[in-house]
C-alpha cells in the first residue's frame, strides 16, 4: 500500500450504513397485550351458543316474532325471494313493466282485493298510482302457503310507507276456500267483485 492511496482514504468518509435501532419496549408490551387478549378471548368463549348479529339467537328471535303477534314467518324474507325481482327491493316497481307496491291503491285497499292478486295472479290492464300496466303477474297460490301469503302482505302493506292493516291468515283461507284456483284476476274482475279500489 503506498502513502498515495492512504491519504486518499483518509480523504473519504466512512462507508454510510443503516442505523439499528431496537423495536421500542412499549410496542413490544403492546403486541403481548393484544395477543393475551385475542387468546384469552377466544378461549373464553369455547362453548359457548353462537349468537346473531344482535345477541339473539335464531330461535330466540322466532319467539319474539310469533309473540308480537306475527305467524313466526318473516314476511320481509318471502318478499325479497319472490316478490323483489319484479317489484323492486324498493317497492316503487319498474316504470312501464312492474306497478310499484309503495302507496298502491289496489294493496292498500280491502285486503280481499291483494290477497285474490298473489294468490290467483293478475293480467290484463291496471291503473297503479297513475299509470297504467298491461303485464301478466304470476299466481303464488301453489308456491306459498297460506300463512306466507298473509305474511308477505301483511309486510307489503306496512313498507315504504304504507300503513294498512296486517293480513290474517284466516282472510286467505276463507278466499281459498271460495275461489280455489281460479286462474288470474283481471283489474275489472277484481273491481266487480270487490268495488273500486
Ligand atoms: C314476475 C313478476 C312479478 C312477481 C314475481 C310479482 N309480481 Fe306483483 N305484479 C306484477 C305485474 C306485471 C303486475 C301488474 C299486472 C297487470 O298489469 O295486470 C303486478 C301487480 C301486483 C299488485 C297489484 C298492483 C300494485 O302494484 O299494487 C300487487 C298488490 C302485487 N303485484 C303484489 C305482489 C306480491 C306481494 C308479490 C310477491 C308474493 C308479487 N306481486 C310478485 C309482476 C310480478
Not at 410496542?27 to 344482535?54: R, T
Not at 297513475?130 to 308477505?152: C, D, K, Q, R, W
Request: charged share 20%.
Amino acid at each position: 500500500m503506498s502513502q498515495n492511496e492512504h491519504r486518499a482514504q483518509r480523504r473519504e468518509a466512512p462507508e454510510p450504513e443503516e442505523g439499528a435501532r431496537g423495536v421500542p419496549k412499549i410496542v413490544i408490551a403492546w403486541i403481548l397485550v393484544l395477543l393475551v387478549w385475542g387468546v384469552g378471548y377466544y378461549s373464553w368463549q369455547i362453548g359457548k351458543p353462537m349468537l346473531g348479529g344482535d345477541s339473539r339467537s335464531a330461535p330466540e328471535q322466532v319467539v319474539a316474532n310469533t309473540e308480537s303477534g306475527g305467524s313466526g314467518i318473516d314476511g320481509g324474507a318471502i318478499y325479497n325471494a319472490q316478490c323483489s325481482a319484479c317489484h323492486q327491493a324498493t317497492g316503487q316497481g319498474i316504470p312501464g313493466a312492474f306497478p310499484p307496491l309503495a302507496e298502491s291503491e289496489w294493496l292498500l285497499a280491502d285486503p280481499k282485493i291483494a290477497v285474490s292478486i298473489v294468490h290467483d295472479g293478475l293480467q290484463g290492464p291496471i291503473e297503479v298510482h297513475g299509470a297504467t300496466f298491461a303485464g301478466v303477474m304470476p299466481p303464488f297460490g301453489g308456491n306459498l302457503s297460506n300463512a306466507e301469503i298473509a305474511a308477505v302482505l301483511t309486510h307489503v302493506r306496512s313498507e315504504w310507507g304504507n300503513d294498512a292493516s296486517s293480513v290474517d291468515v284466516d282472510l286467505v283461507e276463507a278466499h281459498e276456500a271460495e275461489y280455489g284456483q281460479r286462474g288470474p284476476w283481471t283489474a275489472e274482475e277484481l273491481t266487480a267483485e270487490f268495488g273500486a279500489p
